[in-house]
C-alpha cells in the first residue's frame, strides 16, 4: 500500500500525518510506503514547521527529516490512496486527476473518522495553540485508516 498525505503547504498537517501512519504502519510489521506533499510550492525542500516537530516530539515522534514536496499528476499514479486535509486540497487534488482511476485514490483524511460528512482538518499554521487539535485529529485518523485497511 502507497499513502500519500496531502495538505497547503507540505510543512504542518501533512508531515503529523505522515509521521503518525508511518510509526502505526511500522508497529504492525508492515512495510507500506507513506509519503506527504503540498498542492503549492512555497515550502520545497523544506523540513516541517518547528511546531508540528515539537507536537510530534511530545507524541514521540521524530519528523525532522521530511522535506516538503509539491504534488505532481505522477503522483497519482504512483500512490494507491491520496489523503486531502481539507476541502480545498481535495479540489485541487480532483481538478488535477486526469483519469477516474486516479480521482477515485483522493478522499479527505477525515472521512475515515466521520464518512461523508467531509469534515477538514483545520490548518494550524495561523494559530500557534492549533496543532494539538490537529494531532489529536490525525492520530484518530490514522487509527481508522489502520483499522479499515490492514487486514485482521
Known amino acids: 500500500m502507497k499513502v500519500l498525505m496531502v495538505c497547503l503547504g507540505n510543512i504542518c498537517r501533512s508531515p503529523l500525518a505522515e509521521g503518525?501512519?508511518?510509526?502505526?504502519?511500522?508497529?504492525?510489521?508492515?512495510?507500506?510506503?507513506?509519503?506527504?506533499?503540498?498542492?503549492?510550492?512555497?515550502?520545497?525542500?523544506?523540513?516541517?514547521?518547528?511546531?508540528?516537530?515539537?507536537?510530534?516530539?511530545?507524541?514521540?515522534?521524530?519528523?525532522?527529516?521530511?522535506?516538503?514536496?509539491?504534488i505532481k499528476p505522477e503522483h497519482l499514479k504512483h500512490y494507491d490512496l491520496i489523503l486531502a486535509m481539507d476541502q480545498s486540497n481535495y479540489n485541487n487534488l480532483v481538478n488535477m486527476a486526469q483519469t477516474e482511476e486516479d480521482r477515485a485514490k483522493i478522499r479527505l483524511i477525515l472521512d475515515f473518522c466521520y464518512p461523508g460528512e467531509n469534515r477538514s482538518v483545520p490548518d494550524p499554521y495561523w494559530d500557534d495553540n492549533g496543532f494539538e487539535q490537529v494531532y489529536t485529529m490525525l492520530e484518530q485518523a490514522c487509527e481508522q485508516i489502520v483499522e479499515e485497511l490492514v487486514p485482521r
Open 20 to 70: 503518525i501512519l508511518k510509526k502505526k504502519i511500522a508497529e504492525r510489521g508492515l512495510s507500506w510506503e507513506i509519503a506527504s506533499a503540498g498542492t503549492g510550492n512555497w515550502h520545497i525542500g523544506e523540513p516541517p514547521d518547528p511546531r508540528s516537530q515539537a507536537v510530534a516530539a511530545r507524541h514521540g515522534l521524530d519528523i525532522s527529516r521530511q522535506r516538503a514536496m509539491q
